[in-house]
Structures are given as structure tokens and as C-alpha cells.
């Protein structure tokens, strides 16, 4: 306890900026949400595990962070990301069937609210939905799925995807239409005892994920274990010039990843980098200056961000965190036996 308090200090301590969003910048939003829904979907349904579990709700402590940047000036109001998901699984002979919707409300708004959006002057709220089915078999580590996704922005979108996993290996398409939108690979090669990998020398390999948007345009992420499953290296990058890149160092308290402390460093497509950071509790998120926000909240930078969230795995009896290579330690008490019980002929 006395290390988070000393991280929440040290995050106080930073200045923070202004931040304006524009309308071009929420609107562009929505192809990243709608990338980010997938490869969520991606490394929750596996074949391995039964079920998953996620919500959250971003909320900005000083409303002058979140003022919206229009050509009429600047309005101020609430930027907002509101997500809730869930992959459920049930065994049906030798076979696990599951089904997973994974959604989010975002955008900008000239009030606050929780539930229903004001849409006042310069209201701008988009949805993204994705639902979809799976069938695996986790004897032989192999997951089929696909479905739908739903985008209501600027205008109402309906795409279709396609999902399938083997082993370390995993692939995700999606379409509108005919038209291939992008594809996102993922070599998992670190070892995970959740999957049935055994401690070894694997521990250290790194786990890739490239994305495919076009020709021009892939991402390249890198996680690299760098101690005993705890604290590790992550890189992203594009190979488009002018695309942003970030680095982050992250320490985990247990394998499991359900608290995480993480610092940042992010080169945005100005090529200025800024460094930023957050600490990552099983209801709580804080957050300053954090590389993924800026990837995942309109560009955010400059800001705190505090989320009240939940993300919860589950495989057989054991919890954990979406790509984490352990279950959550549990504690497990033995109660002495009584004699007279387990020895009934003892004569007593």
C-alpha cells in the first residue's frame, strides 16, 4: 500500500494542461474504438478460457480538461468513454460454445451525465458494438468465432468479422461489405501457465501483434518480459511516417495483472514526444499523460484520467487479466481433521 500512495503522490505532483478535442478528432475516434473492441475480443475468447468480464467509466476530475476546440471557439463540456462487455461459455459435449458482446458509448457533450447524453448545442456521442459467437476445443487449443459490429456515428455502420485461434497463434479480420477494413495477427510466444504452459525458458520469449490497416500502414506491438512475469517492456509503432509511437515500462504485483504501475512515453505525429503514467487497481484506474489514452481517448494528452472499471478473466475456478500469463493468487485454508471422524472403528 505504501508504493501506491507514493505513485498517486508522484502523479499529484505533475502540472496539468488543458486539452481541447475537435469534432474530426471524436469522429476518428470510432475506427480506433472499433479495432480496439476486436482485439479485446480477440484475447479474451480463447480456448482456454470460460469467461470475461468488463466495464468502465472514464471520468475527468477538472472539467477545463475536456473543452471542445470548434471553429466557432472553444465550449466547455465533457468529453466521455462509458464500456461494458461480456464472453460467456458453456461446455456442450466435448465442445465450448460462447457468446460475447462487448459495447461503448463515446463523444463529447456540453453537460456532464451517466445515462442519458444531453445532446445540446455541439453534442457529438457515438456507439460501437460487437457481438459475436465462438466454438472451441480446448483439448487441441483451437477457437473458431465471428459476427457482427455495429458503428453509429456519423453514420450507422454494420461490419462483420471472423475469428480463429490455434495454440499461440491468432487472427482476426473484419469487413464491410466485401471491403477488408484491417486484420490484426497475434504470436503469443511467452508461456502461460493459464494455457497449460509450464514455467521455463519460454517465460521470456516476446508476445507480437501486428495490424494490418493497408499496404502503407501496419502496427507493430512488442511485450517483453523482463522479470519473472512482473515487469515488462512494451513498444508499438507504425511503419507509415507520421503515425505516432509509444514505449512503456510496466510492473505488475502479481502475474495475474490485476494492479499494474506504468510509465509512458509517447512521439505523436508532430514527433514531440511527452512522457505520462498510471496505476492500474481492480475497480480504479489513474492515469496522467498515458500513452494508451492517447490512443483510446480522442488524443487526450496533458490530463488525468481517473476510470472506475472492472476486467475480470476467468479460467476453470481462477481469475485474471486480459493477457495475463497467471491466475490471481488465492488463499487456501486447511482446517484440521477430526480423528474420531475419519477413523470411526478407533473404539473412542
Known amino acids: 500500500m505504501r508504493v501506491i500512495f507514493l505513485f498517486l503522490c508522484l502523479l499529484l505532483f505533475v502540472n496539468v494542461f488543458a486539452w481541447n478535442p475537435t469534432p474530426q478528432i471524436i469522429e476518428e475516434q470510432v475506427a480506433q474504438t472499433a479495432f480496439t473492441q476486436l482485439t479485446d475480443?480477440?484475447?479474451?475468447?480463447?480456448?482456454?478460457?470460460?469467461?470475461?468480464?468488463?466495464?468502465?467509466?472514464?471520468?475527468?476530475?477538472?472539467?477545463?480538461?475536456?473543452?471542445?476546440?470548434?471553429?466557432?471557439?472553444?465550449?466547455?463540456?465533457?468529453?466521455?468513454?462509458?464500456?461494458?462487455?461480456?464472453?460467456?461459455?458453456?461446455?456442450?459435449?466435448?465442445?465450448?460454445?460462447?457468446?460475447?458482446?462487448?459495447?461503448?458509448?463515446?463523444?463529447?457533450?456540453?453537460?456532464?451525465?451517466?445515462?442519458?447524453?444531453?445532446?445540446?448545442?455541439?453534442?457529438?456521442?457515438?456507439?460501437?458494438?460487437?457481438?459475436g459467437l465462438t466454438v472451441a476445443d480446448s483439448s487441441k487449443h483451437l477457437l473458431f468465432g465471428g459476427g457482427l459490429q455495429y458503428l453509429n456515428a456519423k453514420n450507422e455502420t454494420f461490419r462483420w468479422w471472423l475469428l480463429g485461434t490455434w495454440s499461440r497463434f491468432s487472427i482476426i479480420p473484419n469487413f464491410h461489405k466485401s471491403d477488408l477494413q484491417f486484420i490484426n495477427t497475434q504470436l503469443f510466444l511467452q508461456a502461460r501457465e493459464l494455457r497449460g504452459n509450464k514455467d521455463s525458458w519460454q517465460n521470456y520469449l516476446p508476445d507480437l501483434e501486428f495490424s494490418f490497416y493497408s499496404k502503407d500502414s501496419v502496427k507493430m506491438f512488442v511485450s517483453q518480459n523482463i522479470f519473472k512475469?512482473?515487469?515488462?517492456?512494451?513498444?508499438?509503432?507504425?511503419?507509415?511516417?507520421?503515425?505516432?509511437?509509444?514505449?512503456?515500462?510496466?510492473?505488475?504485483?502479481?502475474?495475474?495483472r490485476l494492479v499494474a504501475f506504468e510509465a509512458t512515453a509517447t512521439k505523436k505525429?508532430?514527433?514531440?514526444?511527452?512522457?505520462?503514467?498510471?496505476?492500474?487497481?481492480?475497480?480504479?484506474?489513474?492515469?496522467?499523460?498515458?500513452?494508451?489514452?492517447?490512443?483510446?481517448?480522442?488524443?487526450?494528452?496533458?490530463?488525468?484520467?481517473?476510470e472506475f472499471r472492472m476486467a475480470l478473466g476467468t479460467s476453470g475456478e481462477s481469475f485474471f487479466s486480459l493477457k495475463a500469463p497467471k491466475q490471481a493468487p488465492s488463499e487456501v485454508k486447511e482446517l484440521p481433521a477430526n480423528k474420531r471422524e475419519l477413523n470411526p472403528n478407533s473404539g473412542e
Not at 57 to 67: A, H, M, R, T
Not at 229 to 256: H, M, N, V
Not at 280 to 293: G, Q
Open 41 to 131: 475480443f480477440q484475447n479474451a475468447a480463447r480456448p482456454e478460457y470460460n469467461a470475461y468480464l468488463f466495464a468502465g467509466i472514464i471520468y475527468l476530475p477538472l472539467p477545463s480538461q475536456s473543452e471542445l476546440s470548434t471553429g466557432w471557439g472553444i465550449h466547455e463540456g465533457f468529453a466521455s468513454r462509458q464500456r461494458m462487455g461480456i464472453w460467456i461459455t458453456n461446455d456442450f459435449k466435448s465442445l465450448r460454445y460462447g457468446l460475447g458482446w462487448f459495447g461503448e458509448r463515446q463523444g463529447w457533450d456540453n453537460e456532464d451525465y451517466l445515462f442519458l447524453p444531453h445532446r445540446g448545442n455541439f453534442s457529438q456521442i457515438n456507439q460501437i458494438h460487437t457481438l
Open 269 to 306: 505525429e508532430s514527433d514531440e514526444i511527452y512522457y505520462g503514467g498510471g496505476i492500474t487497481l481492480p475497480f480504479l484506474r489513474v492515469a496522467y499523460n498515458h500513452a494508451d489514452d492517447y490512443e483510446t481517448f480522442f488524443k487526450s494528452r496533458g490530463i488525468w484520467i481517473i
Open 229 to 256: 512475469q512482473r515487469l515488462y517492456l512494451e513498444t508499438a509503432f507504425w511503419t507509415q511516417p507520421g503515425d505516432f509511437a509509444w514505449a512503456a515500462i510496466k510492473y505488475y504485483i502479481e502475474p495475474s
